[in-house]
């Protein structure tokens, strides 16, 4: 409201380009003495065409110009206006609720992937479990225990692309790939072409549906690329304080159950060089969905569905299976997960 183009765009966007109470507005009047005058006779005017009152039409469309801090105090300020019997509903930023489904479990992995960062500067995580059990969103929250991460864009390859996950050779290519490198580019030059990003930014790969995988070809894979540069880190690591993290992702729950060796402690003498076997993601008991709600009942621009409930959660979600969690809570709050909120994942 700084100056009258912007006062009447807003208005008219708000009430209509022919509203009567427009030509009653002193358009040049400070800011405050103006917004006073404004709201006097937008309350007077009463409402609009659509029988929602004119203050109210106006609050939304600034609402949709501001950030959501601001959003909650003009959620108020709408309220307020309303008729005692008349309800507005606000509709939930997409990126809110996204934030806060990133917070429902995952406690432990994330712990101790925050321990293991503090000790190791090369780092290798198996991400498994069940089907279905949210996979995607931990590799997603984990990637958010760093602040600094946020900007960084991790190498992710799904290892089912164009059969990668058949031989090192493939998989070697991919990569090649990702680092707009030649396909016959040698292993050693990619190595290198790693160290040197490593000197100087946290480097972060993400290897995904590695249940694919035959099991010779993943412990070769872990032999030719991992295991090299665990060494190099040792020998020679960078001198700022970045890391180089990979993560394996198991959708199945198949590879703590093969050949593949892990860490269950990174305490191990053979960390980094074998992954850590995280705690496995599974289906959400009823007290963490009940913890959840109770914890985002703390926001205000949050408008949480009366019907939304740990017990209906749970029920229509095949007893907590963390997709369909995700999938159900999305419904509640007329958003849609894959439509909506999945466009966040890592």
Not at 96 to 107: A, G, I, N, P, W
Not at 196 to 209: A, L, N, Y
Not at 257 to 263: C, P
Request: charged share 25%; with cysteine; glycine share 4%.
């Amino acid at each position: 409201m700084e100056n009258e183009y912007q006062r009447r765009g807003y208005l008219r966007k708000a009430l209509g380009m022919n509203a009567p109470v427009l030509n009653r507005l002193c358009w040049n009047l400070p800011v405050d003495a103006f917004i006073g005058d404004m709201f006097e006779k937008l309350v007077e005017f009463g409402e609009i065409s659509s029988g929602k009152p004119a203050i109210c039409a106006l609050l939304k469309v600034v609402r949709e110009e501001v950030g959501v801090d601001v959003q909650a105090t003009i959620d108020t300020l709408i309220v307020e206006f309303l008729p005692p019997a008349e309800t507005l509903t606000i509709s939930t930023p997409p990126h809110l609720l996204f934030d806060l489904l990133l917070q429902m479990d995952f406690k432990q992995q994330v712990r101790l992937v925050e321990d293991v960062l503090e000790q190791h500067r090369t780092a290798a995580f198996l991400v498994h479990g069940e089907p279905d059990c949210g996979q995607e969103l931990l590799v997603t929250r984990l990637f958010r225990v760093k602040s600094g991460w946020k900007n960084n864009s991790p190498i992710k390859n799904d290892v089912t692309n164009n059969a990668a996950y058949r031989s090192t050779e493939r998989l070697w290519k991919q990569l090649a790939r990702s680092f707009l490198l030649p396909l016959d580019t040698k292993p050693e030059q990619i190595i290198d072409r790693i160290c040197d990003r490593w000197q100087t930014q946290d480097v972060i790969f993400i290897f995904e549906k590695v249940d694919c995988m035959p099991s010779k070809v993943l412990v070769g894979w872990l032999q030719e690329f991992w295991e090299p540069l665990v060494d190099r880190g040792k020998f020679n690591p960078p001198l700022k304080d970045t890391h180089l993290l990979m993560f394996l992702v198991d959708n199945c729950g198949s590879v703590c159950q093969s050949q593949v060796m892990l860490a269950k402690q990174f305490d191990e003498p053979e960390y980094p060089r074998i992954p850590l076997y995280l705690p496995p993601v599974s289906p959400f008991p009823t007290d963490v969905l009940k913890d959840w709600l109770g914890d985002i009942k703390v926001f205000r621009d949050l408008q949480i569905p009366a019907h939304l409930t740990y017990q209906r959660i749970w029920e229509n979600s095949d007893n907590g299976i963390p997709q369909f969690v995700y999938e159900e809570i999305c419904t509640h709050f007329d958003l849609s997960w894959e439509g909506d909120l999945a466009k966040w994942l890592i």
